[in-house]
């Protein structure tokens, strides 16, 4: 089965701390791709990271960074430094390819607030 | 550049009734993909059209249909609404690249509610 697992529901922390966002997923597939998708109060998914399969380089983009490990199917995501305009729910994605076509995973999200 | 846009922004029925939302893809993407989600959830994929052909389907029931035209824009089709389908259903498009391997942007969303 596909799945993404996003265990952390809701996360507050005051602003400058760095924060850590978990994923899990779960996959049959050997080539996939993973994303994270930012949610604002707005409701429109915003785009913030692809990493594929084979691509376990770590990156980090200004206070953003992201850590992929498929020994343990995970990809999480960090943000340091934090603000107050961090605050929003995050997604966690997988996309592969079946029998049936292509299909897109979300997990549950994880809503973050940023305290002043 | 536009972005992928979505009508109406929303939209209330009642049960039993029909619906079409529509989403126009933005320049240069030929892939789109629907989504539902539900209050407090992730997005749900419902469906994916590449050049107007399904290329994907979710788990929903026959009753959620799409269609994809020749400029890309695509309509999502709900019949026999139910309580349940009351959401906010997210419009993606990718850009002319196969997928399922590129990032999806998304539109603002439609939020239904059946009463």
């Known amino acids: 089965a596909q799945k993404v697992t996003q265990a952390q529901t809701e996360i507050s922390v005051v602003e400058k701390e760095d924060v850590t966002l978990d994923c899990v997923y779960e996959t049959r597939d050997t080539t996939y791709y993973l994303f994270w998708y930012k949610q604002p109060p707005s409701g429109e998914l915003v785009f913030l990271i692809r990493?594929?399969?084979?691509?376990?380089q770590n990156e980090i983009s200004g206070r953003y960074s992201w850590n992929f490990q498929k020994s343990t199917s995970s990809f999480n995501f960090t943000i340091t430094a934090s603000q107050v305009v961090d605050s929003a729910v995050y997604f966690c994605a997988l996309s592969g390819h079946s029998n049936t076509g292509n299909q897109f995973y979300f997990g549950t999200g994880t809503s973050l607030t940023v305290i002043p | 550049e536009t972005g992928v846009t979505q009508s109406p922004t929303h939209l209330i029925k009642t049960r039993g009734q029909q619906v079409t939302l529509r989403c126009s893809s933005q320049?240069?993407?030929?892939?789109v993909s629907w989504y539902q989600q539900a209050l407090g959830q992730g997005p749900q994929f419902i469906f994916q059209y590449y050049r107007e052909e399904e290329n994907g389907r979710g788990n929903f029931p026959p009753r959620f249909s799409g269609l994809q035209f020749p400029n890309y824009s695509s309509e999502l089709n709900v019949n026999a609404l139910e309580l349940d389908d009351s959401a906010l259903y997210l419009c993606?498009?990718?850009?002319?690249?196969?997928?399922?391997?590129?990032?999806?942007?998304f539109g603002p969303g439609t939020r239904l509610t059946v009463l």
């Open positions: 320049s240069g993407h030929n892939t």
């Open positions: 993606a498009s990718s850009p002319a690249v196969a997928p399922p391997y590129n990032e999806q942007f």
């Open positions: 990493r594929n399969s084979f691509d376990e």
